[in-house]
């Protein structure tokens, strides 16, 4: 693989398990939401997508997951990914901190990516290269743009603010065996897509499913989420999948070992741990 595509092999899966290897909701507040009495009054179309962005983005202080990543085309065939991410929060709602180091397929093994990621700003990145013994500051991609050739966006993977968006609390339906306020959000300026439709679980305040549409009102992406399961009282999505259906392509991500608040330290998230990786965080022994 040559440097520039191992570049955007990295930048993709960094924002990916960014965005993605943690992705939860405080189970107190799921226990707290299923016995609360019932009410007349609907929450906010706003109010359920910000709680399901802070949910989704925001679990506990920090975190760590081995997650594989499959792509497969209309023919059939897949290929794949395989890395470890590292998460800090270094304010809730606000700035994060990722590292990611891969460990196959051969291509891109031993390569490491770094993150700073700002909501107001553009996020900065690195990425050791470790057939040049190279560390390089690389700029931010275009928000709409496939990573990794896979069905998510940059976007998608490092999260679309809820105020980018006008949202209306449309229905409330079953959607995967969970009640769900559904909620349909246009943006408020051009963006690649005309209208969002997203399935928000009433019990785990997580989305379940979203259809993207284009102009023409063409339905041409499907997100699902599955496999919740409950990690330290935080619940967690193990599956994520999402599906061109114009291209009639898919990508699968599955998260494993994941854990929270192991202790992780700024100081990780530095130049010098690019090339040297932190192995007992990498190995899941806390620091």
Do not use: C
């Not at 507040?29 to 910000?50: H, L, N, Q």
């Not at 949910?55 to 890395?83: C, I, Q, W």
């Not at 900065?124 to 998510?152: C, E, M, Q, T």
């Not at 192991?262 to 990498?282: C, N, S």
Request: proline residues 3%; negative net charge; glycine residues 6%.
């Amino acid at each position: 693989m040559n440097t520039m595509n191992t570049i955007r092999v990295a930048l993709g899966a960094a924002l990916l398990a960014g965005a993605l290897g943690v992705q939860s909701v405080n189970a107190q507040t799921t226990e707290g939401a299923a016995t609360a009495a019932p009410t007349t009054t609907a929450p906010t179309a706003e109010s359920v997508m910000k709680q399901a962005h802070m949910n989704l983005f925001y679990p506990a202080d920090d975190g760590r997951a081995v997650v594989h990543m499959e792509l497969t085309d209309k023919r059939g065939k897949s290929r794949s990914r395989d890395f470890i991410m590292l998460r800090l929060d270094v304010e809730d709602g606000g700035e994060q901190k990722y590292y990611t180091w891969f460990t196959g397929p051969s291509d891109v093994k031993r390569t490491s990516f770094m993150v700073w990621k700002d909501p107001v700003k553009d996020d900065s990145r690195w990425i050791y290269i470790p057939a040049l013994d190279l560390v390089k500051r690389i700029s931010a991609n275009d928000k709409a743009s496939s990573f990794v050739g896979s069905d998510f966006s940059y976007e998608d993977v490092s999260g679309r603010h809820w105020s980018d968006d006008v949202h209306t609390l449309v229905r409330e339906e079953e959607q995967a065996g969970d009640m769900a306020w559904v909620v349909e959000s246009t943006p408020k300026e051009k963006d690649s897509f005309a209208k969002k439709i997203t399935w928000v679980s009433k019990e785990k305040m997580l989305p379940l499913r979203e259809e993207y549409f284009n102009d023409k009102g063409e339905l041409e992406r499907v997100f699902t989420a599955e496999g919740f399961v409950d990690v330290d009282g935080i619940i967690s999505v193990t599956k994520r999948t999402m599906t061109n259906e114009k291209k009639n392509h898919k990508t699968v991500v599955e998260f494993s070992e994941i854990s929270y608040d192991v202790g992780i330290e700024d100081d990780i998230f530095t130049e010098r741990y690019l090339k040297a990786p932190p192995k007992a965080l990498l190995e899941g022994e806390g620091s």
